[in-house]
């Protein structure tokens, strides 16, 4: 299921504060409040109320994440899919639903489409593209990718500083 970041909240502004609370999540996301102001000196109210307004403002996310990996989902393939432009949204939320699916973007060149999957078997991963993607109406051609090997993996993004100096 895709998860709709919040509304932000009108004019939410960066401070360093808020630069130096997301460095420390992103070093250990799972930190007490508690530890993390005492290593930045700020008292743990402030550090608790920081951390509320980055996540009501759709900034800061917390999800458990899985490693696909070790959970026997050895082919990860990158999808591109080519659509009908009238059905594009449609085609894409619909392959959104799928179990299997962890990305889903509409793009714009050859592709329409980008889709991230992954499959514990080349058996899924063929299953997936000529019987379950064939019954989705509007798409007019698939091309896929599968990773050899997964090189990097991160979810987590550099707070750009400057939007601290900013107030962005």
């Known amino acids: 299921m895709a998860r709709k970041a919040a509304a932000p909240e009108a004019e939410f502004r960066f401070g360093e504060a808020d630069a130096r609370i997301i460095a420390e999540l992103q070093k250990d996301a ?15 109210s402030s550090v608790r109320h920081r951390v509320q307004k980055l996540m009501q403002a759709g900034i800061l996310e ?13 082919i990860w393939a990158q999808i591109e899919v080519q659509a009908e432009l009238a059905r594009i ?13 962890y990305l889903v973007g509409i793009t714009n060149g050859r592709y329409d489409i980008h889709v991230g999957a992954a499959f514990r078997t080349n ?24 990773m050899l090997r997964v090189v990097k993996r ?15």
């Open 89 to 101: 949204e449609e085609i894409a939320q619909r392959l959104a639903a799928a179990p299997e699916v």
């Open 62 to 74: 917390f999800a458990a994440m899985t490693n696909p990996l070790r959970m026997g989902y050895q």
């Open 123 to 146: 058996e899924e991963f063929l299953d997936f593209i000529t019987n379950r993607m064939a019954k989705i109406p509007g798409i007019i051609r698939v091309s896929s990718s599968p």
């Open 154 to 168: 991160s979810f987590s993004f550099p707070f750009p500083r400057d939007a601290a100096r900013r107030g962005a």
């Open 30 to 44: 799972r930190a007490p409040v508690m530890a993390i102001a005492e290593k930045l000196g700020m008292p743990v």
